[in-house]
């Protein structure tokens, strides 16, 4: 396999600008559900964590079925371990001896893995209460949008940021989701936020998807070690057991045997550029007919094919065991911060952090 490094240097463009003034918190501060629906979608979301609770659409034979795991109530989503649905950060993924160097200063980062941060920390971004500032269920676009204020040390990040996702159903069986941070002091920082859902096209009550068909336009991927933390290798995927570049969609289960624990690795996405939307999966499930495929302007792909769930009690009473969902977290590489050959994503004053993703269903 070979390796290849390169220095990208992502600067972050003034994309959109928050009121001066703070928007209504309709949700009053308390963690409830809400819910968008057109045509044959139904979505559900809670603000704990701006968390996606359910995607409910019709199959090919037009019965209605829930493709995201997820739990029926709010006290199980505070005692979630799995990060079903919801929004991750400051930073998603993982950062080395949960620590990094900016502008030649030390910070020091909450440990919640072991040495190193995973998610953003014990108590990441989601595990907060977000708060909802508008919300239209139904029409031609129904969308919401989910506010937060992350505080300078939140964490151990320096900086305060104003961060917004925004869901909204478009024509065309279509999911746009829009994360963005913007900084509210002096204090560069580091954003990469990421949405956590765990996908199962065959219902989330379907068992594992392992014959879930699935492409990734990366033809490249991020070498770890033992705790999964990038040695700085970009290695060649094609050939591997890491290959999901063919045009004939590949089965999830065909080569996860050859792997110690099953996918858990950022992909090199193809093309590259700052702000530019492209195709970067797509997934495809012949129980149902469901095809899911996924565009977005962010440089890496976290696949994930939930190895760690055990037994994990979700809605309706189903109980989810390993590989029960599969998730495709477009985001900027992990522990980016410590790598300067990786891409980089530090949010200034003046500057805006936009990570766009747009899923589109259809039926094979």
Same mark, same amino acid.
């Given at each position: 396999m070979s390796k290849i490094s390169f220095l990208v240097c992502f600067c972050l463009s003034v994309a959109f600008e928050f009121a001066n003034a703070s928007p209504p918190d309709i949700s009053n501060g308390k963690a409830s559900f809400y819910e968008l629906k057109k045509g044959n979608m139904s979505l559900k979301f809670t603000n704990l964590g701006a968390t996606l609770v359910s995607f409910v659409i019709s199959d090919k034979s037009g019965k209605p079925i829930d493709i995201v795991l997820g739990y029926d109530t709010i006290e199980d989503y505070q005692k979630d371990t799995t990060y079903?649905?919801?929004?991750?950060?400051?930073?998603?993924?993982?950062? *080395? *001896?949960?620590?990094?160097?900016?502008? *030649?200063?030390?910070?020091?980062?909450?440990?919640?893995?072991?040495?190193?941060? /995973?998610?953003g920390g014990t108590k990441g971004y989601s595990k907060v209460v977000w708060k909802v500032t508008k919300h239209k269920n139904d029409g031609q676009s129904p969308y919401i949008v989910f506010t937060y204020r992350s505080a300078d040390g939140e964490e151990g990040f320096p900086g305060a940021?104003?961060?917004?996702?925004?869901?909204?159903?478009?024509?065309?069986?279509? /999911?746009?989701?829009?994360?963005?941070?913007?900084?509210?002091?002096?204090?560069?920082?580091?954003?990469?936020?990421?949405q956590h859902s765990y996908w199962n096209l065959g219902g989330h009550n379907s068992g594992d998807i392992l014959t879930t068909q699935v492409q990734i336009f990366g033809q490249f991927y991020i070498a770890v070690d033992n705790d999964l933390i990038p040695t700085g290798q970009i290695l060649y995927a094609r050939g591997t057991a890491y290959d999901f570049t063919e045009p004939e969609l590949k089965p999830i289960g065909k080569r996860i045997d050859l792997l110690p624990k099953g996918y858990d690795i950022n992909y090199v996405l193809d093309n590259f550029e700052v702000n530019k939307m492209r195709k970067v999966a797509t997934v495809q499930d012949s129980r149902t007919g469901l095809r899911m495929d996924l565009s977005s302007n962010a440089p890496g792909l976290q696949f994930y094919t939930?190895?760690?769930?055990?037994?994990?009690k979700g809605k309706g009473g189903f109980v989810y065991k390993a590989r029960a969902g599969v998730c495709l977290e477009t985001q900027w590489y992990p522990n980016f911060v410590n790598q300067p050959s990786f891409p980089q994503s530090i949010v200034e004053k003046g500057k805006m952090y936009k990570h766009h993703m747009l899923y589109e269903f259809s039926i094979i």
């Open positions: 079903f649905g919801a929004i991750v950060g400051r930073v998603a993924n993982r950062i *080395g *001896g949960a620590q990094f160097k900016l502008n *030649g200063k030390i910070f020091k980062l909450v440990a919640n893995e072991g040495k190193n941060m /995973l998610h940021l104003r961060v917004s996702v925004i869901y909204t159903l478009l024509s065309n069986n279509q /999911l746009s989701v829009i994360m963005k941070a913007k900084s509210l002091d002096n204090k560069p920082t580091p954003v990469s936020l990421a939930g190895n760690m769930l055990k037994d994990e």
